[in-house]
Structures are given as C-alpha cells and as structure tokens.
C-alpha cells in the first residue's frame, strides 16, 4: 500500500520533486510553448557582455 501511495504523481509533486503537472487536456497547448520557446531561444543572436557583471 505505501509503495502504491508514493508512486503516485501526486505524491511527488506535492513535494516538489518535478516541475509539476499539467491537466492532459492542456497536453498540446503546453507543448506548442515549449516547442515556441526553444525557436525563438534558437533564433536570438547573443550578444556580447560590455558592462561586467552587477552585484549587489
């Protein structure tokens, strides 16, 4: 019984063991963003850093 309790998603996304769950009927609409996402981070040219860093 505990062995099936803690292999449960909730139970480790309760803890904060994983980035957390999505409601299937999302499935497609969180995929197209992070699919979104990863384009757009693959088409930015970086730039070089010309002030150094800030620390507070």
Known sequence: DKY???SRALFAT???WDDGLIDP???RKVL???L???AEGR???TRPNIFG???L
Request: proline residues 0%.
């Open 36 to 38: 979104d996402t990863v």
């Open 4 to 6: 099936d309790e803690e």
């Open 43 to 45: 088409a930015r040219e």
């Open 25 to 27: 009927r999302d499935t």
């Open 14 to 16: 309760a803890r904060l």
């Open 32 to 34: 197209a963003f992070c």
């Open 53 to 55: 860093v800030a620390r």
